[in-house]
Each structure stands twice: as structure tokens, then as C-alpha cells.
């Protein structure tokens, strides 16, 4: 699904939880303090709260974490 948030200056695309899961491994880039403080939080349990949490602690796909 195409989104256009507000406050971003171009379109998003949003993807369901079972399409990112269905695919053969997931690469996620952090970039900034801030980004790297939600990877750690997200990290230590599953919480619909945040959204990439539910990645992070799944054991069907693999999951690379870059960070810049």
C-alpha cells in the first residue's frame, strides 16, 4: 500500500507483516542515534506497539541488521 504521510515530502510504501515474512531473508539499515535506540528497545521483545519488534523477534526469516 502506497501511503503519503503529512510530514514526509514523498510517498511511502507500507508492507503487511506476512509479505516481509514471506520472503528469504530481511535487511534492515539503522542509521542515527535515535534509530539505534528503537533497534535495541524493539529487540528485547514482540510488541504490536512497535511495529519493528515483530521482525526482530521471529524465527521464520532471517534478519540482518546493518548499521551505518
Known amino acids: 500500500?502506497?501511503?503519503?504521510?503529512?510530514?514526509a515530502p514523498h510517498a511511502r510504501l507500507?508492507?503487511?507483516?506476512?509479505?516481509?515474512?514471506?520472503?528469504?531473508?530481511?535487511a534492515l539499515s539503522i542509521a542515527g542515534a535515535g534509530k539505534?535506540?528503537?533497534?535495541?528497545?524493539?529487540?528485547l521483545a514482540a510488541d504490536e506497539s512497535l511495529p519493528v519488534s515483530l521482525v526482530l523477534n521471529?524465527?521464520?526469516?532471517?534478519?540482518?541488521v546493518w548499521l551505518a
Open 1 to 7: 500500500t502506497w501511503l503519503r504521510p503529512i510530514a
Open 14 to 26: 507500507t508492507l503487511t507483516l506476512p509479505a516481509l515474512l514471506a520472503t528469504r531473508e530481511l
Open 36 to 43: 539505534l535506540a528503537t533497534y535495541q528497545q524493539a529487540r
Open 58 to 64: 521471529q524465527y521464520q526469516t532471517p534478519v540482518s
